[in-house]
């Protein structure tokens, strides 16, 4: 039988020249949302992975792991199940933060803003840009299925590669639970590591009509 590994997202060590990185610059860029463009892989390139903190339930904090599906210059998009504890979650409380770490522990960006449901357009845009895999396992990542023993999983999840034409077959529809998040920023932290300069950071705040930038040490 063949088990499926889960695929890597994340991109190879970026090589940055730390004394030319903007954030390292005596003039910083202004554009917070230019140059949050200009660190994230553009189409093609494989996701970052990023954590996702919300606001629990209880009041406490949560965080878990997601792939940042895309950067459109203005709102950052996760992808998830519309049954999870984050969609229950943002629904009583939109408030997010996103820390995205580079490889190579190079760079660093925060996100903190408010998050709402993708229509569905463009949350089956990505569910088609997702492996094989991951697609199977939108559907197939259900509480009902994490319970079953492991013998009957596997089974289940070879029923469905059988039912679907097998790992390479093309692409299938995303399930009804298929749900996309973006989220607005109003605040943004850039973190860059300087092994000769020590690190530092530019916060950026928006205000209501321009963003106030801070420069932080590392
Ligand atoms: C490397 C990695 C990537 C992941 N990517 C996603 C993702 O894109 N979407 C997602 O819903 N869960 C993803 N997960 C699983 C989440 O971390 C999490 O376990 C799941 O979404 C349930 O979280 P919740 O119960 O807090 O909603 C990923 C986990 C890892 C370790």
Redesign the pocket.
């Known amino acids: 039988m063949t088990v499926p590994s ?1 695929p890597s ?2 991109p190879a060590p970026v090589v940055i020249d730390h004394d030319t990185d903007p954030v390292q610059s005596d003039i910083p860029p202004m554009d917070p949302l230019a140059l949050a463009a200009q660190w994230l892989p553009g189409d093609g390139e494989d996701r970052m ?1 990023m954590t996702v903190s ?1 606001v629990g339930l209880d009041g406490n904090p ?6 940042l ?1 895309d950067f459109d210059g203005r709102r950052f998009a ?4 519309a049954n ?4 229950a ?1 943002l629904a009583t409380n939109p408030a997010v933060a996103l820390t995205i770490l580079w490889p190579g522990f190079t760079r660093q960006l925060v996100v903190q803003g408010t998050a709402e449901r993708s229509p569905r357009t463009e949350s089956d845009i990505a569910y088609h840009r997702r492996s094989p895999y ?1 697609q199977q396992l939108a559907w197939q990542n259900t509480p009902e299925f994490a319970r079953l023993p492991l013998p009957d999983r596997r089974a289940k999840w070879e029923e469905f590669l059988t039912a679907h034409g097998g790992p390479d077959a093309p692409a299938f529809a995303a399930p009804s639970t298929w749900a996309g998040f973006s989220v607005t920023p109003h605040r943004l932290l850039f973190w860059v590591s300087n092994p000769a300069a020590a690190s530092r950071r530019l916060a950026y705040t928006r205000s209501p009509d321009r963003w106030e930038m801070t420069v932080l040490p590392g």
């Open positions: 889960v997202a994340a992975l919300t949560d965080a878990r792991t997601t792939m599906s996760f992808h998830t199940d999870s504890q984050k969609a979650e991951l």
